[in-house]
């Protein structure tokens, strides 16, 4: 099946600085991506979503000057936690679908794991 | 707009013991319903959806699920499960008049015992 790959898989960062997480469709042109946010045994929750070459659509109560996202390419998306904070840890997982396919052909990067000290 | 609900947090079986988890659901409207697992350290992965037709669907590995409309579930179920199925499972739910959003489940970790 399709990959989806994320980079770093985890980071540590102190508060206050940026962290950017890449999302890659690594086999089909994504365009659509997904951004999810899970908290430990939590539900994943969506954050926002991105077509390719538009700007993101976020989810209400997220603060889009605080995770910007990039959707440059068809193949790849960016996170980008600006200011980070305790708060902010979290596991963050990007989501693809891809053109052409069906509307369920939606397939999961394995996740990064945020921790601000 | 749509909650999804798994009511199971945690569930612990022996091999060959017979599993059904729960998921219900919250909305008027048309929807798409998936189940997914997310295997200890690996992505989440598609294990069986539902668009419409038969309400009694079959995925891999053996799963199925039942979409009862009357009752807003769609339970997974498998009738033997092994100590590989040791996962999370997590239920989502997609409208179909945005057809573009899944809202998910809080999940259920199946934890099965040799």
């Known amino acids: 099946g399709a990959v989806v790959s994320q980079h770093p898989s985890w980071v540590i960062c102190k508060s206050g600085t940026s962290v950017k997480i890449e999302c890659r469709s690594l086999d089909f042109q994504a365009t659509t991506m997904f951004w999810y946010r899970q908290f430990p045994k939590q539900s994943l929750m969506l954050m926002a979503t991105?077509?390719?070459?538009?700007?993101?659509?976020?989810e209400q109560g997220v603060e889009k000057d605080k995770f910007l996202i990039n959707h440059a390419s068809l193949t790849l998306s960016t996170l980008t936690v600006t200011s980070a904070h305790p708060e902010d840890s979290s596991f963050y997982i990007c989501?693809?679908?891809?053109?052409?396919?069906?509307?369920?052909?939606?397939?999961f990067g394995p996740g990064t794991r945020l921790t601000v000290l | 707009a749509q909650s999804v609900s798994q009511h199971n947090h945690h569930v612990i079986l022996s091999e060959a013991a017979s599993l059904e988890l729960g998921c219900n659901y919250s909305?008027?409207?048309?929807?798409?319903l998936f189940w997914y697992v997310q295997y200890p350290g690996q992505h989440l992965q598609l294990l069986l959806k539902y668009f419409s037709g038969d309400p009694l669907v079959k995925g891999i590995k053996g799963f199925e699920a039942e979409f009862i409309k009357s009752k807003f579930s769609f339970n997974l179920r498998k009738p033997s499960v092994q100590w590989s199925d040791t996962a999370e499972y997590f239920c989502?739910?997609?409208?179909?008049?945005?057809?573009?959003?899944?809202?998910f489940g809080t999940g259920t970790r199946l934890q099965v015992t040799l």
């Open positions: 991105s077509n390719e070459g538009s700007k993101a659509t976020y």
């Open positions: 909305y008027g409207g048309t929807v798409n």
């Open positions: 989501s693809a679908r891809g053109a052409g396919g069906g509307m369920d052909t939606q397939y």
């Open positions: 989502a739910v997609r409208d179909t008049g945005t057809a573009s959003k899944l809202t």
